[in-house]
């Protein structure tokens, strides 16, 4: 039985998909057997669609129509439509892997370079959305089920609020996410999902500010048809008692589910740490096929970040050899994959 053959009656099973991912036969095999859903880990970012040399020879011309290009988005879309796997797609607004020059006057590469006023950064956004909206669903119909419009536009500790930093919210002020959406609306195709995307939602702060400062706002203008749970956790240190809870808070909006980028972070690969993590893995598919059963959320699809142990991000980011995944460096089951498949009977 497969991940994706488990769940088929629940929600899509996906999986964040690497350049090296794309190349390897192995990983083709394991992508068609497992997932009916991809994510782009980097590839779809605004680093790779936004044309740093277009922009910035021709800073006049494309000052309020970035100059756009495709080449990489398209490898991941090429990939998804020839292998038969849905795209969730990742992402338009963001403060992270967006150009810090894509936010200046003249898009020019010095730090110290004045900031785009707001309406040339509201026209960039509106063209920028446009394009790659309109991109997908002309060379790709179908094929991209849900975007995420907005990622991370909160901060993570509790005193914060937005995430002032981000060179959006610099340059438009908080009300870039409104009109991310609205863009967003005005463009993409009907049946294409729109989506909030962030980290450490389950945290009770940060899950009352988003439902109080985004979600709401976005529901009453009918812009948002999703929240995306990202859910980073880390074996140990997150509650899943406060992960259902806000599960159920974000599906009483009456909002699709969707968790974006699934790993636990561990760092013992003793059968005893593997044992801990299959657990963690169990109670949190539990909760999700819970919830989608009794109507507490409309969870529509999962996606790990990564396939297999030595491919995560996180031995990087966490500067410790993390054992994160269902697969171990060999695409072998390990006992959290087991605990996945065998939550489908448990609820
Ligand atoms: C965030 C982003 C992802 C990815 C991860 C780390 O969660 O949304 O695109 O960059 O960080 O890999």
Redesign the pocket.
């Known amino acids: 039985m497969s991940l994706k053959q488990a769940y088929e009656p629940y929600f899509k099973i996906g999986t964040?998909v690497s350049w090296r991912n794309l190349e390897s036969e192995q990983a083709k095999d394991e992508l068609k057997k497992h997932y009916s859903s991809i994510t782009a880990?980097?590839g779809m970012?605004p680093m790779f669609y936004l044309d740093k040399e277009a922009n910035q020879a021709n800073p006049e011309k494309y000052k309020s129509e970035p100059a756009l290009k495709f080449d990489i988005p398209r490898k991941f879309l090429d990939f998804a439509k020839e292998n038969g796997l849905a795209l969730r797609g990742?992402?338009l607004v963001?403060h992270?892997?967006t150009p810090f020059w894509f936010f200046k006057e003249n898009y020019e590469d010095d730090m110290e370079a004045p900031w785009a006023d707001k309406e040339t950064m509201l026209a960039r956004m509106e063209h920028m959305i446009k394009g790659v909206l309109t991109f997908v669903q002309t060379e790709y119909p179908g094929l991209v089920y849900a975007w995420?419009v907005v990622?991370?536009a909160v901060e993570e500790r509790e005193e914060q609020g937005w995430r002032q930093r981000s060179g959006w919210y610099q340059t438009i002020g908080e009300e870039f996410l409104l009109y991310a959406f609205r863009f967003a609306r005005k463009y993409a195709a009907e049946g294409v999902k729109l989506f909030y995307?962030d980290?450490n939602t389950m945290l009770p702060f940060k899950r009352d500010f988003i439902c109080e400062n985004i979600l709401k706002p976005l529901v009453a203008e009918g812009l948002v048809d999703g929240m995306g749970m990202?859910s980073?956790l880390v074996l140990g240190a997150h509650s899943l008692v406060d992960y259902e809870k806000a599960l159920h808070r974000y599906g009483s909006f009456g909002l699709e589910v969707q968790i974006?980028?699934l790993d636990i972070h561990v760092t013992d690969p003793s059968e005893k740490g593997m044992k801990e993590l299959a657990d963690a893995y169990g109670e949190l598919f539990r909760i999700l096929l819970r919830a989608k059963k009794e109507g507490k959320a409309n969870v529509t699809s999962v996606t790990f970040?990564g396939m297999k142990d030595d491919e995560s991000?996180l031995t990087g980011?966490r500067r410790e050899k993390s054992y994160p995944m269902l697969f171990d460096d060999n695409y072998g089951e390990k006992a959290a994959y087991h605990a996945v498949i065998k939550a489908v009977e448990e609820v």
């Open positions: 964040s880990e980097n970012k990742h992402v963001w992270n892997q995420d990622n991370e995307n980290y990202q980073h974006t980028e970040w991000w980011f």
